[in-house]
């Protein structure tokens, strides 16, 4: 059995918010915009936060247990455009959680507190030795559900589970 790494047992604040990022100029397309892909890195680097800062996870996982959260399922809505050095930040919400697997919610906040982008993703903690499955530690799966727990009464998000395909009237 080994001890937390990081984090904290909570409570968890609901929605969890994860602060102090800015548009890159390398982050900016030929539209003049964010790109596309850099949407996928900016929700990695809360991602990364949240685990470290709250749950124990992530790198320090990986360095002391052998182990870390491996992304399986990732889904995006694009809503509003951001711009170079434009400041913004992330609400977090884990919907569902059990002894290997994470469900989140994410939303990209302007300045302004209007939504940017969100992201619903499945991770799954990974052993670097077999690149299979392995249960968390117990620690990390009791602050998982913790965190479950404490974000079930969040108002429901229109993106959440949401199909992808073209709408037809």
Same mark, same amino acid.
């Given at each position: 059995?080994?001890?937390?790494? #990081?984090?904290h047992d909570g ?7 994860? +602060?102090?990022? #800015? ?5 900016? *397309? ?25 749950? $124990? ?26 711009? @170079? *050095?434009? +400041?913004?930040?992330? +609400?977090?919400?884990?919907? *569902?959680?059990? @002894?290997?697997? $994470?469900?989140?919610?994410? @939303?990209?906040? #302007? ?15 990974? #052993?670097?030795?077999? $690149? ?13 559900? +913790? ?11 229109? @993106?959440? $589970? ?8």
């Amino acid at each position: 059995m080994t001890d937390p790494l #990081s984090g904290h047992d909570g409570p968890y604040d609901a929605p969890i918010e994860i +602060r102090g990022f #800015s548009v890159l100029p390398e982050w900016i *397309d030929y539209n003049g915009h964010m790109n596309v892909g850099y949407y996928g890195v900016a929700f990695d680097l809360a991602l990364e936060k949240l685990m470290v800062e709250h749950l $124990g996870l992530g790198e320090p996982q990986v360095k002391s247990l052998d182990q870390g959260p491996y992304i399986l399922q990732s889904h995006m809505n694009f809503l509003r455009e951001v711009r @170079q *050095d434009q +400041r913004f930040w992330f +609400r977090f919400r884990m919907l *569902d959680a059990d @002894q290997k697997r $994470g469900h989140y919610f994410a @939303q990209m906040m #302007s300045e302004d507190a209007e939504i940017c982008a969100t992201q619903e993703a499945l991770f799954m903690n990974v #052993s670097h030795e077999t $690149g299979r499955s392995v249960p968390y530690p117990d620690w990390a799966a009791a602050r998982l559900a +913790r965190m479950v727990c404490d974000h079930a009464g969040l108002e429901p998000a229109p @993106q959440v $589970g949401q199909p992808i395909g073209i709408r037809r009237a």
